[in-house]
């Protein structure tokens, strides 16, 4: 199988607080991973991609120095809100594709951050 | 450009009956397809895949799905609903010759089976 672990499932914090959400691949490499966030009754919208090594590619419209990525090894990135306000409350799921693979992505259980 | 259209927002279904999610799809080469399905305050989960070959695929918990190369669809059924299989249901494809892109999802499909 191939496993992603994301910590924490469920986060509260204050507004203007920053928040690390973890993403691992626990027993494959992952080269590329994906973040989205889901809005209630949404659907998954892509925020960037992670590229271990290198500077994360970031989706229009998702602000780079409020959404932090670092990829900085093959089975973790992490991702940071930073002076998180009650808009960026939602739920975050992170991804990751096996190397070698055809292109199925694994995903984490979700983060649900929500900010005060 | 690939694009995901799942048309109906919400499936209601009898437990015991057979069940239809419905994808269409658009790619400017070959497409990668997969289903996955989410439940409440959780991650996605894979279902299946169709890369090539048989274009009935069979996946997870009794799913399947055909790949429709002249309708451009990708539906997923399964014979006989049980109430577990309520759930939101993500379409989901990635063009053959895309590179390292990430997978375009359809807006989702609730699925409700009712006992």
């Known amino acids: 199988g191939a496993v992603v672990s994301q910590h924490p499932s469920w986060v509260i914090c204050k507004s203007g607080t920053s928040v690390k959400i973890e993403c691992r691949s626990l027993?494959?490499?992952?080269?590329?991973m994906f973040w989205y966030r889901q809005f209630p009754k949404q659907s998954l919208m892509l925020m960037a991609t992670?590229?271990?090594?290198?500077?994360?590619?970031?989706e229009q419209g998702v602000e780079k120095d409020k959404f932090l990525i670092n990829h900085a090894s093959l089975t973790l990135s992490t991702l940071t809100v930073t002076s998180a306000h009650p808009e960026d409350s939602s739920f975050y799921i992170c991804?990751?594709?096996?190397?070698?693979?055809?292109?199925?992505?694994?995903f984490g259980e979700g983060s649900r951050l929500t900010v005060l | 450009a690939q694009s995901v259209a799942q048309p109906e927002d919400q499936v209601n279904v009898a437990e015991g009956n057979p069940l239809t999610v419905k994808c269409t799809y658009s790619v400017s080469g070959n497409p990668y397809l997969f289903w996955y399905v989410q439940y409440p305050n959780r991650g996605l989960q894979f279902l299946l895949k169709y890369i090539t070959g048989d274009n009935l695929v069979k996946g997870s918990y009794g799913f399947e799905a055909e790949f429709n190369k002249s309708q451009t669809s990708f539906h997923l059924k399964k014979p006989s609903a049980l109430v577990s299989d309520s759930a939101l249901y993500f379409c989901a494809v990635r063009d053959v010759l895309s590179g390292n892109t990430p997978l375009v999802f359809g807006k989702g499909t609730r699925l409700s089976v009712i006992a």
């Open positions: 991804s990751a594709r096996k190397v070698g693979t055809t292109g199925e992505l694994f």
């Open positions: 992670s590229n271990e090594g290198s500077k994360a590619t970031y």
């Open positions: 027993d494959f490499q992952a080269t590329t």
